[in-house]
């Protein structure tokens, strides 16, 4: 179907940053600079600096991310990690893949893991919490760290959404041992294909993750110290996040922008919940515009079939999905937002125009009922 108005354009977003984009391919790709080379480093550089952590480590996906950081935590066999029930099934899957046991907590009605309900899942297993920050929108952190610090718990951030997001100025990703980042090509800060990284404070978790992420070597030494993956940021692609990473901040300021004019022109349906949330310090960046519509698929289905391209993450919750195997516990909040979630379209290549089409067909939906 041609949407009228698309849910990200990567190809107008091209075009706003052509010539800077064409400049990074060609010095990549002239100097024959293809893997693990000055780009990537630069990349990491610019990246923790901007996190506010030491180091960031270019990996292959958020997922690699996940896995990465709940290896260099030492999780593993006979461990459980408590995450989320409402997030992208990765963050679950680095969990079993390491050979742990997910535990799986509630979410809030801001999409986030349900501080109040975390210590009740917490046993002598337990070795590590992932919270999860959703669209933009940082999970609860002063009261994670403290969970974690009174039950001696690793914390790994999954904040794959929430680049440049912060709780009283610290950002996203500089809270537990490491912060988790995708830069598939929908997310805030997206590729030309898939990558991830890891941010951190702790230069043991760095090496780590250098010399796991190229097959356990050293690539200075050339030795090697275990049995590591295939899971580094290609140079071409990091090239390419550099450039982005440097429109970040004005791109962040322009979603906040769509995301008041979506506020003032909707906050009065009373069947849509709105994703703004009264809390002080807490700074959202809208990754995703992320509503909650009383009317569940019959709204969602109007927009796309008025050309309104939306997001509707996730319609069925990850833990039933019977291959997955995993254990619910009963997560009412989780099972009423997966009916009613439906995610505006929000990128920075969104015209004001654009923006006014959305609200026209969002409100048509309620005032023709």
């Not at 969990?95 to 893991?113: E, Q, R, S, T």
């Not at 509503?291 to 569940?296: A, D, E, H, L, M």
Request: glycine share 8%; hydrophobic share 40%; net charge negative.
């Amino acid at each position: 179907m041609a949407y009228r108005v698309r849910f990200v354009n990567p190809a107008k977003n091209y075009r706003m940053i052509k010539d800077e984009i064409d400049a990074a391919y060609f010095d990549v790709v002239s100097n024959g600079e293809l893997i693990d080379r000055r780009h990537l480093r630069r990349f990491e550089e610019n990246l923790a600096k901007f996190v506010g952590t030491k180091y960031a480590v270019g990996l292959n996906s958020g997922y690699d991310a996940l896995h990465m950081s709940l290896r260099a935590a030492g999780i593993g066999p006979g461990d459980e990690v408590i995450v989320p029930a409402h997030t992208f099934v990765a963050t679950c899957s680095a969990v079993v893949n390491v050979g742990a046991k997910p535990v799986l907590v509630d979410v809030a009605k801001d999409f986030n893991i349900n501080c109040d309900l975390i210590e009740e899942a917490i046993s002598s297993r337990t070795r590590a919490i992932i919270p999860v920050h959703l669209s933009g929108w940082m999970a609860d952190m002063p009261r994670v760290m403290d969970i974690a610090q009174r039950h001696n718990l690793v914390v790994v951030e999954d904040a794959c959404q929430s680049l440049g997001s912060s709780i009283n100025g610290k950002r996203a990703g500089s809270w537990g041992l490491t912060g988790c980042w995708s830069f598939y090509p929908f997310k805030i800060l997206g590729g030309y294909g898939d990558g991830g990284a890891i941010t951190t404070d702790d230069p043991d978790v760095a090496l780590f993750a250098r010399r796991m992420r190229y097959n356990g070597e050293d690539r200075e030494t050339g030795e090697y110290h275990g049995h590591g993956f295939t899971c580094l940021l290609d140079n071409l692609q990091a090239a390419f996040l550099d450039v982005k990473l440097r429109h970040l901040p004005a791109w962040i300021v322009r979603r906040k922008q769509i995301a008041e004019r979506y506020r003032e022109a909707l906050s009065d349906l009373p069947d849509l919940l709105l994703p703004h949330y009264d809390r002080p310090g807490f700074d959202h960046v809208y990754q995703n515009y992320t509503v909650r519509s009383k009317q569940g698929n019959e709204f969602s289905e109007y927009l796309k079939a008025n050309g309104v391209e939306v997001l509707t993450q996730f319609r069925k919750p990850y833990y039933r999905h019977e291959a997955l195997r995993l254990v619910d516990r009963g997560f009412p909040e989780t099972e009423a937002l997966s009916r009613e979630v439906c995610s505006l379209p929000m990128n920075v290549e969104l015209d004001d125009e654009e923006v006014d089409y959305v609200i026209e067909v969002v409100r048509s939906f309620y005032l023709e009922r």
